[in-house]
């Protein structure tokens, strides 16, 4: 993985622009890995790396029993990835990882709660989308896919292949349109992703780490509220227009004398 830092928003303007059709990742600490929620959780809670496998069929299977209660088409739970991106959604840990096709959307979730200095991670997409892992040629992009019946089971759930998904639901909801999201799939989930990505060849071609300074939050949460990048665009419904109010805290208007 290839680490880069910039230290202004001009900068990371300039840089974005040399990543035409990448996909980017905002992470608020430039210390934590790029491992999915599921990853964390059962990094931290389960030990027994042996039952995981088991454990999150058990998580998807319950989710799939009882969220008909809440969903006017139920059916959005047969294909995997959608059942995924519906748990991802409400606050499930999953393996999937939210990348977004805008780098100024990834900058908004890296520096938007930052105290310290966050990072933009930035996938290869265009070079991984005809990819294969060197050791299985055969294992590309089509061949994975887990919007295909029965592939999510055969080349996600052993938690054994060095192989990574890009791509969306066939149907995406609000916020996946809102924020130009896409998801990654990981093969593994004892591994963050710069550990997988080297089954495809170079790894630093494949991903850069931008690290954005806390010095330059301040002019890049200002920059990025003037192109409408905010979470009440980013999420749009009430949840989304409440958890814009702490940055409306932040910004200053002019106010004229004695009005």
Known sequence: MEQISVSNWNEFMALSAELDGWAFRGQQEVRWPLMTSLSRYLSAYIPDRASWRAREER????????????????????????????????????????????????????LERAT???????????????????????MDRDHIDPREGGN?????????????????????????????????VPGMLDKPLDEILPAYGDSGALLKQIVLPQSMRDEAMKALYRMNITNATLFPDLDGLARSIGMELEMVWPVATGS
Request: charged content about 20%; hydrophobic content about 45%.
């Open 59 to 110: 998580a998807i299977r319950i989710f799939r029993r009882k969220a008909h209660n809440y969903l006017t088409d139920p059916s959005v739970l047969d294909n995997a990835l959608r059942c995924l991106a519906l748990m991802q959604h409400h606050g499930a840990p999953t393996r999937l990882l939210d990348f977004t096709k805008s780098p100024f959307v990834a900058a908004f979730f890296a």
């Open 152 to 184: 999510f089971t055969r080349f996600y759930l052993p938690n054994s292949h060095a192989i990574i998904w890009i791509g969306e639901p066939t149907e995406m909801d609000r916020r996946l349109v809102a924020q130009s999201g896409t998801l990654v």
């Open 116 to 138: 310290g200095d966050a990072a933009v991670y930035a996938l290869n997409t265009p070079r991984l989308w005809t990819a294969a892992p060197h050791t299985d040629p055969g």
